[in-house]
Each structure stands twice: as structure tokens, then as C-alpha cells.
């Protein structure tokens, strides 16, 4: 007696499945659309960047890196590129050391007035930042560091970025409170607690924490624009600026390119450290 082959069956095709990717892909190309804009503005010719529509240029116009290679107001761009990597790199510094130390504080310890004091911190989220500019202003410059990179770098080590001191204090109380007690019999008092034990167990946070502080100071433009007045001391977005102040609309090709130059950065930064953002966004709700 044979066997009668039989056919498997079926599956049912998951129209509304089909229809999220779909909505999914519509959804990507529109985010993506101005960075290809951007790009293909950058090589095209002065002629076309505002009387064309077209996307795609009519010819690789590649004078427009090599004019935004020269920098601008005489000052090269490696210069400009290493202005801005030292406020960033400050400010990422100065952001991991003082908000993880502060969220320590009121994630950990035990002291008198714990929890008003962390209200009126995140009370200073919903503080616009025009509103301390000007006191900032005029106190950095009755000590003379105006035009100079403190005042952009300073505050940083001061724990005034509220939102990361909360997310740092949100992290570390979820970490088990058995090892610090380990630690403390051990005979570790509570800085050392903090470096040996609780700052490895949150690089998650921190890394985050480093990776909005640099995207955010290298895009920062409105408070480098007020603190910065010596060419030498621009940073590529300032520099951006005067591209166009110093050749009016016939910049505009250099200037796209300049932009590309100065969006490198960022985007390797958060490729090389995308793994452990998305690493603490998982572990976030961990709890011990």
C-alpha cells in the first residue's frame, strides 16, 4: 500500500503584517530624505542649489569640499574641527563625572532634605534655558571668561544637566542594594562603593549619558554663538555661520558640504556606542 504524498499547508498571507513593513519603509524614507537632500546639495553646482528641484545633481560638483576643506575667516578646518571636539569632549567629560556623582547621592545616601532637594533638581527640567542665559552671562563675565571655552565647559562638571542626574538616579536604583552591602562589610566606605561597585554596574547610563552630551554640544549653536566672538575659537557650527556671512548666497554648495564635514562626526560617535545605548534602554527596568 503506498503512501499518499501529502502537501503542506498553506499559510495564510498576513495582509496587515505586509501593510506595518510597508508603513514602516514609507516612514524611513520620509526620515531619511532630507540627509539624502543634504548630500546631493552638496555636490551640486551654485546654479542649482536654489533654482533646481531636483534631487540628484545634473554634475558631481566636488570644488564645493575642497572650498569647505580651505575652512573660513582663515582659520583651516582641522582647527575649527578641533574647537568643537574639545567642547564636546568636555562636556561629555564633565556630564558622566558630576551627574553620576550627584545621582549617587540621591539614589544611595541618606541625608536630611534628600527629597526636597531632588524635586526642585527635577523642578529644573521645566526651566526654559533662555532663562538663566543672561545671569550665566553676566556672572562668567564678571570673572573674564568670556570668549574663552569655560563657560561652555565649566557648568558641565557642576551636575547642571538635571534630566541626566535623573536618569542616572533612575538607573542605579535598580542595581541590587545586596552588593554595596557586601562591599560595606568589606570595609568600603561610600566613595569607594561608588567606584568599584556601582559606577561599573551603570556604564549603560553613563554611555548614554555621554552620547546625548556630545550630539548635543556639537549641534549647540545659540549659547557658542554668545561666548565665542575670536574666529580662532569658532567650531564648525559657528563656522557654518560665518561660510555664508563671509560669501553670501554663491556658499551655499561649500556651506552643504562644510555641513556633511561636521555631521561625520556624530554619526561615527553614535555608531561606535549605539550597542550600549540600546544596552541601558533594555536594562533600564531591570530591577534587583
Not at 31 to 40: D, E, G, N
Not at 140 to 162: D, H, M, R, S
Not at 196 to 221: C, H, M, Y
Request: charged residues 10%.
Amino acid at each position: 500500500m503506498t503512501a499518499v504524498p501529502t502537501t503542506a499547508p498553506r499559510k495564510p498571507v498576513r495582509w496587515g503584517r505586509i501593510a506595518l513593513h510597508l508603513g514602516c519603509l514609507a516612514a524611513l524614507l520620509v526620515m531619511l530624505y532630507p540627509l539624502a537632500w543634504l548630500l546631493a546639495t552638496s555636490l551640486k553646482p551654485a546654479d542649482e542649489v536654489i533654482a533646481s528641484l531636483n534631487l540628484l545633481p545634473s554634475h558631481l560638483e566636488w570644488a564645493n569640499y575642497q572650498t569647505a576643506l580651505e575652512g573660513v575667516n582663515d582659520v583651516s578646518i582641522w582647527r575649527l574641527l578641533g574647537n568643537s571636539l574639545l567642547i564636546a569632549g568636555g562636556a561629555v567629560l564633565g556630564n558622566v563625572i558630576s551627574c553620576s556623582l550627584a545621582a549617587y547621592a540621591f539614589a544611595r545616601l541618606r541625608f536630611r532634605l534628600r527629597g526636597p532637594l531632588f524635586a526642585f533638581m527635577i523642578a529644573t527640567i521645566m526651566l526654559p534655558h533662555h532663562a538663566v542665559l543672561i545671569p550665566q552671562y553676566i556672572i562668567f563675565n564678571q570673572l573674564g571668561l568670556v570668549n574663552t571655552y569655560w563657560p561652555l565647559i565649566l557648568p558641565k562638571f557642576l551636575a547642571t544637566e538635571a534630566f541626566f542626574v535623573f536618569l542616572i538616579v533612575q538607573f542605579m536604583r535598580g542595581l541590587p542594594r545586596e552588593l554595596e552591602e557586601a562591599a560595606r562589610i568589606d570595609g568600603c566606605g561610600p566613595f569607594r562603593s561608588f567606584f568599584q561597585v556601582v559606577l561599573p554596574l551603570t556604564r549603560p547610563a553613563l554611555i548614554t549619558t555621554a552620547i546625548f552630551t556630545f550630539i548635543w554640544t556639537w549641534n549647540d549653536f545659540f549659547t557658542q554663538l554668545i561666548y565665542l566672538f575670536d574666529p580662532d575659537k569658532f567650531t564648525l557650527t559657528l563656522a557654518l555661520r560665518s561660510f555664508v556671512d563671509a560669501s553670501s548666497t554663491s556658499a551655499f554648495g561649500p556651506m552643504f558640504a562644510l555641513s556633511v564635514i561636521a555631521l561625520l562626526p556624530i554619526v561615527l560617535f553614535f555608531l561606535a556606542f549605539q550597542r550600549f545605548l540600546v544596552e541601558g534602554m533594555a536594562s533600564s527596568g531591570l530591577k534587583g
